[in-house]
T-cell receptor, first 114, second 114 residues
Framework: DAGVIQSPRHEVTEMGQEVTLRCKPI?????LFWYRQTMMRGLELLIY????????DSGMPEDRFSAKMPNASFSTLKIQPSEPRDSAVYFC????????????FGNGTRLTVT | AQSVTQLGSHVSVSEGALVLLRCNYS??????LFWYVQYPNQGLQLLLK??????LVKGINGFEAEFKKSETSFHLTKPSAHMSDAAEYFC????????????FGQGTELSVKP
């Protein structure tokens, strides 16, 4: 089992640039989650999908943030344009989406916007 | 509404001492509760989960947690701390009526002194 795979592990970009974060969930998992982690705000749920359909995007901070899940094995989180306050670690997680099935996390993408 | 609160952002214990990390939840329905651990520069790993089958739940690495409905608590304990237990620990509650949305507490950083 390869686990949840995120890329890149680190991203450094300049303010105003577009940033795309990628996630491959565990095969067979039908729920996918994007979280953001910062010192100030802890772990925040940004958006989650069930069977490739966005269920709740109320955590997406601004219109600059968008997420897609074109198929069951791939998701992207895009920030356009990026700002320094977007600097954080972004985690993707997946689960089988039934009952109390736990989330399995990737190792995260550390984003730095200068 | 469901929520989770972790008491104490930092806990420090000596090696061999008891570890107690506190978590209280608020839920209008029987909750699904989880403890996750995060080591530096890594994603979150599941320690244990409460599923209503038993109030005392055993997890990995010698950790356990007891669900106390009367106190709305799900505290995490380990009888004897090891240096390798130093990490950040997160309590989480599952919104199972919303497709498995998982909300985390603010986290507790555990330090272990030699």
């Amino acid at each position: 089992d390869a686990g949840v795979i995120q890329s890149p592990r680190h991203e450094v970009t300049e303010m105003g640039q577009e940033v795309t974060l990628r996630c491959k969930p565990i095969s067979g998992h039908n729920s996918l989650f994007w979280y953001r982690q910062t010192m100030m705000r802890g772990l925040e749920l940004l958006i989650y999908f069930n069977n490739n359909v966005p269920i709740d995007d109320s955590g997406m901070p601004e219109d600059r943030f968008s997420a897609k899940m074109p198929n069951a094995s791939f998701s992207t989180l895009k920030i356009q344009p990026s700002e320094p306050r977007d600097s954080a670690v972004y985690f993707c997680a997946s689960s089988i989406g039934q009952g109390n099935s736990p989330l399995h996390f990737g190792n995260g993408t550390r984003l730095t916007v200068t | 509404a469901q929520s989770v609160t972790q008491l104490g952002s930092h806990v420090s214990v000596s090696e061999g001492a008891l570890v107690l990390l506190r978590c209280n939840y608020s839920s209008s329905v029987p909750p699904y509760l989880f403890w996750y651990v995060q080591y530096p520069n890594q994603g979150l790993q599941l320690l244990l989960k409460y599923t209503s089958a038993a109030t005392l739940v055993k997890g990995i690495n010698g950790f356990e947690a007891e669900f106390k409905k009367s106190e709305t608590s799900f505290h995490l304990t380990k009888p004897s701390a090891h240096m390798s237990d130093a990490a950040e620990y997160f309590c989480a509650v599952l919104f199972y009526n919303q497709g498995g949305k998982l909300i985390f507490g603010q986290g507790t950083e555990l330090s272990v002194k030699p």
